[in-house]
């Protein structure tokens, strides 16, 4: 029985934990002076590199323009690596989405194409409270400039944008706590049946 009420406890608990986890799992992406139509794609659990530097060119002042990842609510969900557009983002110049993939984001990769007015300008990143820290890097490919942007957070384990979804481990102990509280309730039946049947054995003894 001690067994059976501690997966109890434990449906319960994953529960509150799957809840508060859809409850974080919403983020926004700021994008400020960037043109527009402009295509970004969004690549979770990259290795970050070495020599990351959140101004671009690294040690100028940062400027326009700017991208930050930040919590944020009322968001559609997204199953890990997607694209969006800077034409979505709203008048603060914030887009809207939900970590629906079934995994933590524990780091980040949005790249871009440069368009030819952007090669020269100075770019800046906010890890935002996700992730604290961001940083550049440049690639140029025969000619074609594609900046990528890396959002980590070196000072939380585990760290990052949890899963609205859960995980197939989650999922496991979950219908092992929910399994749990079935066979609790039956054993009561049970219980609760076999005493009422001995009451009126019981009483029919007594009576003849």
Known sequence: ?????????????????????????????NLEGWDSPQEF?????????????????????CGDASIRINSGGGSPPIPGEFTFNSDQVDANGDIFFQNDSGVLFSTVEITVTLNADEV???FSCFGG????????????????????????NPFTQGGGIPSATPE??????????????????????????????????????RDS
């Open 168 to 205: 197939p481990s989650q999922w496991i102990i979950l219908m092992l706590a929910f399994l749990a509280i079935i066979v609790v309730r039956s054993r009561k039946a049970i219980a609760n049946s076999f005493f009422a049947q001995t009451q009126r054995s019981v009483c029919s003894t």
């Open 120 to 122: 020269n300008d100075p």
């Open 129 to 152: 409270n996700i992730f604290q820290q961001c940083g550049f890097l440049l690639n140029n490919n025969q000619g074609i400039e594609t900046l990528d942007t890396f959002f980590y």
């Open 41 to 61: 794609t969004f690549i979770p659990n990259q290795p970050i590199p070495d020599d990351l530097s959140p101004c671009l060119p690294a040690g100028d002042i």
């Open 1 to 29: 029985m001690n067994i059976t009420r501690w997966m109890t406890v434990a449906a319960l608990g994953m529960l509150s934990c799957t809840w508060a986890q859809a409850d974080s799992a919403h983020f926004l992406i």
